[in-house]
């Protein structure tokens, strides 16, 4: 059983910049994979970001890509989602997500993982 805790958020204008942390408890974190994922009041929750479990590959959704990088410290059992030129669309609830998988697969639906964390708030004031 694998624990994710995110943080990180907050309140930023548009054009600033978040790092946002998901740490890691209770499983072998370099068997995992790992995404990041959004969710917005009253829509559905929609891929950002996503990471093998080696960090070799990655991939971002089409709104981020370019703005946001993902990366992961096996010895820290951490991931992060480093955000820059933020827009206020970017504002959602974000959560960190771990699948178990031993290969450089990338993740991009929510059915695909098996772990989530609690969420945490980003809001971008326009």
């Known amino acids: 059983q694998v624990q994710l805790v995110e943080s990180g958020g907050g309140l930023v204008q548009a054009g600033g910049s978040l790092r946002l942390s998901c740490v890691a408890s209770?499983?072998?974190?370099?068997?995992?994979?790992l995404g990041w994922f959004r969710q917005a009041p009253g829509k559905q929750r929609q891929f950002v970001s996503a990471?093998?479990?080696?960090?070799?590959?990655?991939d971002y959704g089409g709104s981020v890509k370019g703005r946001f990088t993902i990366s992961r410290d096996n010895a820290k059992n951490t991931v992060v989602l480093q955000m820059n030129r933020l827009k206020s669309e970017d504002t959602g609830v974000y959560y960190c997500?771990?699948?178990?998988?031993?290969?450089?697969?990338?993740?991009?639906?929510?059915?695909?993982?098996?772990?989530w964390g609690q969420g945490t708030q980003v809001t971008v004031s326009s």
């Open positions: 990471i093998s479990w080696s960090g070799g590959s990655t």
């Open positions: 209770g499983g072998t974190f370099s068997a995992y994979a």
């Open positions: 997500a771990a699948v178990r998988s031993p290969y450089s697969h990338l993740y991009t639906d929510v059915s695909s993982y098996d772990y």
